[in-house]
């Protein structure tokens, strides 16, 4: 079993910058794909950024260029940086774990899931 908790959401202006982290627990952090989506009100989830073990990273064509995941082993943490925030990337961001090795951008594909954070854009 994977216990993921993610923190670092808020409040920021159009423009500003916010790094998410997510804590994982329970299983060898370093062999599993690690991802973030988001989920805006309203809407369903969708991908946001994905991780392999041996930190290949790939992302959604909204946020290429913005964010960047990553990952510190040692620490068993996922962080996601976002840059250049815009008010269409408020959403609450869910921390995703796989049991296999190589990301997805399927959220079908994530055995383990966190509670959340929530990242509100303003004007």
């Known amino acids: 079993q994977v216990q993921l908790v993610e923190s670092g959401g808020g409040l920021v202006q159009a423009g500003g910058s916010l790094r998410l982290s997510c804590a994982a627990s329970g299983r060898t952090f370093s062999n599993q794909a690690m991802g973030w989506f988001r989920q805006a009100p309203g809407q369903g989830r969708e991908f946001v950024a994905a991780?392999?073990?041996?930190?290949?990273?790939y992302y959604a064509d909204s946020v290429k260029g913005r964010f960047t995941i990553s990952r510190d082993d040692a620490k068993n943490t996922l962080y996601l940086q976002m840059n250049s925030l815009q008010l269409e990337d408020t959403a609450v961001y869910y921390c995703?774990?796989?049991?296999?090795?190589?990301?997805?951008?399927?959220?079908?594909?994530?055995?383990?899931w966190g509670q959340g954070t929530q990242v509100t854009v303003s004007s």
């Open positions: 995703a774990a796989r049991k296999n090795p190589f990301r997805s951008s399927s959220l079908n594909d994530y055995d383990y």
């Open positions: 991780i392999n073990w041996n930190y290949n990273t």
